[in-house]
């Protein structure tokens, strides 16, 4: 086996790009009702802290389903795939993707692993381990929003691109449809989609996965406000909001808002904001679809891909989605 290569980092995101992105997102945002706040500015450095200890809460079982169901069947999903190229939206630290890494390698098909994240650093830092675990493996790590730069990604071979952690469930039905659409189009016949989905279940165990004893899950929505005080020079008061998740029925996700217990005036001077809030108005932080394995496959349709294979957990909690770009 040949020594660790070097990886190479492509950044296609500017240095004012999380700036001018937040302000654009936060008046769009705050300017609709209900108001609403775009949940990637969640993940500064405390709240992808946060975000970590929530993964390992007894509550959360989606890390730990979705994990079960990689480690159960990496080895079908590679055979499945066939690829030589695996791409990662949102990879973080790509630690789910070393248990597909492991079944990948072990078969010695892979020939190249592309992380794709909006954090320059935790990038470079994964892009590292990975090429030292992996010598022999080109690893071309991409620093992009994965809403921007789909046509950016990584050419040549069997491609497949895996969106893990049910994140496609954090986007809005038109938005899923744009995104998958998007990302059929930069797929050539035989590339691939492994997709990671939270499926529908009873209520209860919807809000207490988001609404743990410990107050974890609050204070990682609540975070979003430091954030925009922080970054926008606002003046917002953390402690005048109540957490309030629920589960709406009718469109089935978790919404996660934070309620103003008592009227308020919000500055935001860095995106040129300043409105009144009323007692009782909310805003929207996330929300959190959930699916069923027959909608996932018709989202998937919709966009041109054909669903080859389908995974769960035992308990049928989760699911991976295996989808392929037909042939002409």
Do not use: C
Request: glycine residues 8%.
């Amino acid at each position: 086996m040949s020594d660790a290569r070097e990886p190479v980092v492509s950044v296609l995101l500017d240095p004012d790009w999380a700036a001018g992105s937040l302000v654009e997102d936060i008046r769009r945002g705050l300017g609709s009702h209900p108001r609403t706040i775009t949940p990637k500015w969640l993940y500064d450095d405390r709240g992808s802290a946060l975000f970590d200890e929530i993964t390992r809460l007894p509550e959360y079982y989606p890390f730990r389903a979705e994990h079960e169901i990689l480690t159960a069947h990496a080895d079908e999903i590679v055979q499945a795939s066939g690829a030589t190229t695996l791409i990662e939206l949102g990879s973080g630290t790509s630690e789910k993707s070393r248990i597909l890494l492991d079944a990948f390698t072990k078969d010695g098909q892979l020939s190249r692993f592309s992380p794709v994240d909006v954090s320059e650093a935790t990038l470079r830092e994964a892009a590292d381990t990975i090429a030292q675990r992996y010598p022999g493996l080109a690893v071309e790590a991409v620093v992009g929003d994965f809403t921007l730069h789909l046509a950016h990604l990584p050419t040549g071979g069997r491609r497949t691109v895996a969106f893990l952690g049910g994140t496609i469930g954090n986007l809005y039905r038109e938005e899923r449809a744009a995104f998958l659409g998007a990302l059929a189009d930069v797929l050539e016949p035989g590339d691939s989609v492994l997709l990671g989905t939270d499926l529908v279940k009873s209520a209860d165990r919807l809000i207490a996965a988001y609404h743990d004893e410990q107050g974890v899950t609050e204070e990682f929505v609540r975070n979003v406000l430091r954030v925009l005080s922080r970054e926008l020079g606002g003046d917002l008061d953390v402690g005048a909001f109540s957490y309030v998740p629920f589960w709406d029925p009718h469109m089935e996700r978790m919404d996660l808002r934070l309620r103003a217990e008592e009227p308020q005036r919000v500055r935001l001077p860095g995106a040129g904001l300043d409105f009144e809030l009323a007692s009782g108005e909310e805003l929207r932080v996330e929300i959190s679809s959930k699916f069923r394995i027959s909608g996932i496959a018709a989202e998937l349709e919709a966009a041109g891909l054909t669903v080859t294979r389908v995974w769960t957990d035992e308990a049928g909690d989760f699911a991976l989605t295996l989808a392929t770009r037909p042939g002409e």
